[in-house]
């Protein structure tokens, strides 16, 4: 079955760190662009970071920019999200999402994971 | 960053209305933009991409025009399962950025 499985959430208190890990079954996992995104409580969707299948090209959010870190491990078929510093801001359901492709340059989330609950307080 | 704005931010409709969400861009982004739908507790769902192409397996009541910075999502014959919240998405700059989204109701 083509599916990522997210996990790693859960309570955390400011200025702590956390690392959120994505499971890919199902498809090619080293071809495809990987993208975090995050849904705050009562809020609307918001992309995060961005790692090519090579990580030749990782891109963060401004939100999140020096303070989280994506990677990926191709030979396990996962990625990660270290998550640092943490703020109450950061508070969030935390999906990962594959990047579909048609004619080279039209992009959009494609497989998207059921999301993990990340929850930063004290 | 390219700003999104949606709306209206909530719209209430019955079972067979015809709603349009509009979606503005803060530059010209082409028809580099995408459409979802998002229910609660699940993932979102891609409607349309590049502003006008209906992904395999929606169904064609779902549409979406325009180009440059002004797009229209527009559902014909609302059905039951059409109501949840809705979210442009742009991918002209790889720093990807999403509308505010539209919550749709049921009148």
């Known amino acids: 079955e083509v599916q990522l499985v997210e996990s790693g959430g859960g309570l955390v208190q400011p200025g702590g760190s956390l690392r959120l890990s994505c499971a890919a079954s199902?498809?090619?996992?080293?071809?495809?662009?990987l993208n975090w995104v995050r849904q705050a409580p009562g809020k609307g969707l918001e992309w995060i970071s961005y790692?090519?299948?090579?990580?030749?090209?990782?891109y963060y959010a401004d939100s999140v920019k020096g303070r989280f870190t994506v990677f990926r491990d191709n030979a396990k078929n996962s990625l990660y999200l270290q998550m640092d510093s943490l703020r109450a801001e950061d508070t969030a359901v935390y999906f990962c999402?594959?990047?579909?492709?048609?004619?080279?340059?039209?992009?959009?989330?494609?497989?998207w994971g059921q999301g993990t609950l990340v929850t930063v307080s004290s | 960053d390219i700003q999104m704005t949606q709306s209206p931010s909530s719209l209430s409709a019955s079972v067979g209305d015809r709603v349009i969400i509009t979606c503005r861009a803060g530059?010209?982004?082409?028809?580099?933009l995408n459409w979802y739908q998002h229910k609660p507790g699940k993932a979102p769902q891609v409607l349309i991409y590049?502003?006008?192409t209906l992904q395999s397996g929606v169904p064609s009541r779902f549409s979406g025009s325009g180009s440059g910075t002004d797009f229209t999502l527009t559902i014909t014959n609302l059905q039951p399962e059409d109501f949840a919240t809705y979210y442009c998405?742009?991918?002209?700059?790889?720093?990807?950025?999403f509308g505010q989204g539209t919550k749709l109701q049921i009148k």
């Open positions: 199902g498809f090619t996992f080293s071809s495809y662009t």
């Open positions: 998405q742009q991918s002209y700059s790889s720093l990807y950025t």
């Open positions: 999402a594959s990047l579909g492709v048609a004619r080279s340059y039209y992009e959009w989330f494609d497989l």
């Open positions: 790692i090519t299948g090579s990580s030749s090209a990782i």
């Open positions: 590049a502003a006008s």
């Open positions: 530059q010209s982004i082409s028809n580099y």
